[in-house]
């Protein structure tokens, strides 16, 4: 299958399934990150963890996700801040994380993620 038909899964599923009109609409940088993550709430784990919410979290401690020992000891609280640094290098912020994605070095790539991110966690706070 088409990657990029794959990518663009989370909006189709999301706008069929009655999304909500407030949510900040999935920018073409965080198209990347599904593949491997989903952002609705209750969400199924994937590759990678669902990230609906995760602002303000403990990394490492979502139920039913099998976490890297790495990622589970790492202590970091998921701020704007801290997955911004994440993003960027994600084997330098924690090294031996399980997250195979090499990093996003475009600074305004990483703001628009970061922005979807926490406009979902804004979300949970309805």
Known sequence: ????????????????????????????????????????????????PNLFGIIGEKAGVRPGFAFSPAMKASGIVWTPETIDAFIAAPQKVVPGTRMAFAGESDPARRRAIVDYIQSLSAETKK
């Open 1 to 48: 299958m088409n990657l990029r038909i794959l990518a663009l899964l989370p909006l189709t599923l999301m706008s069929a399934c009655g999304g909500s009109q407030q949510r900040t609409a999935m920018p073409a940088a965080a198209r990347q990150c599904a593949l491997c993550h989903t952002f609705e709430k209750g969400g199924a784990r994937m590759a990678g």
